[in-house]
């Protein structure tokens, strides 16, 4: 046997403790990178929102009583719904939002900044999903 191995296999132990130790430290690090990524991409949007003139600084009434079948109004739906949902993690497929928003664009182009970075959201949300 080698030297090395020799010396080493008494502590073979706390060895795949460590490499099991790094391998979860690893993917940790991996998560928090991808909600960093989506809490980022969130904010943007929020951001945009504000600067189209869309958001709302008062929760509206009908969210207290929302069922899924309608949405009353589209931009309050993106903001007290859908995207605390997504930061949250309480939306468990992520689903494509920019077809829901599209028809909601009036050729204004900070609404279609908006939905610019809802794409890239969906994108986001596909490309983890798919890991």
Same mark, same amino acid.
């Given at each position: 046997?080698?030297?090395?191995?020799?010396?080493?296999?008494?502590?073979?132990?706390?060895?795949?403790?460590?490499?099991?130790?790094?391998?979860?430290?690893?993917?940790?690090?991996?998560?928090?990178?991808?909600?960093?990524?989506?809490?980022?991409?969130?904010?943007?949007?929020?951001?945009? %929102? !504000?600067?189209?003139?869309?958001?709302? @600084?008062?929760?509206?009434?009908? $969210?207290?009583?929302? +069922?899924?079948?309608?949405?009353?109004?589209?931009?309050?739906?993106?903001?007290?719904?859908?995207?605390?949902?997504?930061?949250?993690?309480?939306?468990?497929?992520?689903?494509?939002?920019?077809?829901?928003?599209?028809?909601? %664009? !009036?050729?204004?182009?900070?609404?279609? @900044?908006?939905?610019?970075?809802? $794409?890239?959201?969906? +994108?986001?949300?596909?490309?983890?999903?798919?890991?």
């Amino acid at each position: 046997m080698e030297p090395f191995l020799s010396s080493v296999l008494p502590y073979r132990r706390y060895l795949l403790l460590g490499l099991c130790f790094l391998h979860k430290f690893d993917q940790t690090k991996i998560v928090a990178t991808e909600q960093h990524a989506l809490a980022h991409q969130i904010r943007l949007i929020q951001e945009a %929102m !504000k600067e189209a003139g869309v958001w709302s @600084n008062q929760a509206p009434v009908w $969210i207290h009583h929302y +069922s899924t079948e309608e949405i009353p109004n589209i931009w309050e739906w993106l903001q007290y719904i859908y995207l605390p949902m997504r930061l949250n993690g309480t939306v468990t497929k992520p689903h494509y939002v920019a077809p829901i928003l599209s028809p909601y %664009m !009036k050729s204004d182009p900070q609404l279609n @900044n908006i939905l610019q970075l809802v $794409i890239e959201l969906d +994108s986001i949300s596909t490309t983890l999903e798919k890991k």
